[in-house]
């Protein structure tokens, strides 16, 4: 038997989890296309008008619905997330959403009652992706539409953070699938692959910048690796600052996303 996932603690760290995230928004061009294309398609099926983000954290992306995304997500929102302290948090920033309790692989909805699920971010804090997606084909109403974005750190390029704080690798290995593993998961539950999308997206930090994001632990993987190895990784930091004040680091992240359809 495989070892459990290690668990970021998101009760302990909701209140900080906003601060200083700007780089790593979530709600771009592409998934707001992507996103509005499986909301169209949904709504052309006669599905219920009902989008469910699950995992929404802070409400990051349910606030951008609506706002100045408004228009183009007419639907019902609901947000999920197992965090009663992030959904605290969300509740200052979303008004029309409802926001629940519960579990991705347990979801607080009926059977068929969604037209389209939205996870972005977040199926690697999940217990498990197969229960996950098979919880995803009962709440979708037939030909209801799941769009589920996120990184996959075990191939491609390296994350930034592997340089200073390698302990964030073995718990990512542990945490992360392979992007065969997604489709053959996604055949496994009955979702039909109706279309996939890598874009590729490049931070750039000065060292000072990137020792700011990072102090915090709020980044999962630092929340997870032994103290430790957080205080090695964040004086490897300071020390490139020191020699190379000037030098910006950077990563390039291939962020994927797949939509599939419920028959």
Known sequence: MSAPKPRTDYERIAPAYDCDRQEYDSFDATLAALLQAALQAAQ?????????????????????FEGDAGDAFDWQTVGVDTSRKMLSVARGKVFASALAAGAAEALPLASGAAGCLLSTFAFH????LGAFLREVRRVLAPNGRLVLRNILPREGPQPLMYRFFPGAREIDDRRFPLHAEVLAELEAAGLELSGQHV?????????????????????SQLHLVLDESFRSGMAAIERHQREHPDELLEECVPVHTFVATRP
Do not use: M
């Open 199 to 219: 874009d590729e997206r490049v931070h750039r930090f000065t060292a000072a910048r990137y020792l700011e994001l990072c102090k915090k632990r709020t980044i």
């Open 125 to 128: 804090h999940f217990s498990s």
């Open 44 to 64: 052309s099926a006669g599905t219920p008008r009902l989008l469910v983000d699950v995992g929404c954290g802070t409400g990051t992306l349910l606030a951008r």
